[in-house]
Nanobody, 124 residues
Framework: QVQLVESGGGLVQAGGSLRLSCAAS????????MGWFRQAPGKEREFVAA????????YYTDSVKGRFTISRDNAKNTLYLQMNSLKPEDTAVYHC?????????????????WGQGTQVTVSS
């Protein structure tokens, strides 16, 4: 089992940057594919970015390509999301998630463990 705790959210002006972290407990973090999802008020939780267990492949939703970068440090059991050029539409609660099996990297239903989330608010 994996426990996930996000940090790094906050209030930032449009055009600014934030770096989210997701600390994972357990000895098997390096074997999980990891993802970031976000949920804005009144909307469904949506895929943002994901990374394979080895770090060899990364995936992004179109709206964040070129602005966000997902990475991981398996030695530190930590997942990151560097967010640059933030826009008001990026405002949401951001959750990290872990996937045991190599299912669809884009589907929230394929992830087994979730963090509680961290709020990101981008002002215009």
């Amino acid at each position: 089992q994996v426990q996930l705790v996000e940090s790094g959210g906050g209030l930032v002006q449009a055009g600014g940057s934030l770096r989210l972290s997701c600390a994972a407990s357990g000895h098997t973090f390096s074997s999980y594919d990891m993802g970031w999802f976000r949920q804005a008020p009144g909307k469904e939780r949506e895929f943002v970015a994901a990374i394979r267990w080895s770090g060899s492949s990364t995936y992004y939703t179109d709206s964040v390509k070129g602005r966000f970068t997902i990475s991981r440090d398996n030695a530190k059991n930590t997942l990151y999301l560097q967010m640059n050029s933030l826009k008001p539409e990026d405002t949401a609660v951001y959750h990290c998630a872990a996937q045991r099996l190599a299912g669809s990297i884009y589907s929230r239903n394929e992830y087994d463990y979730w963090g509680q989330g961290t709020q990101v608010t981008v002002s215009s």
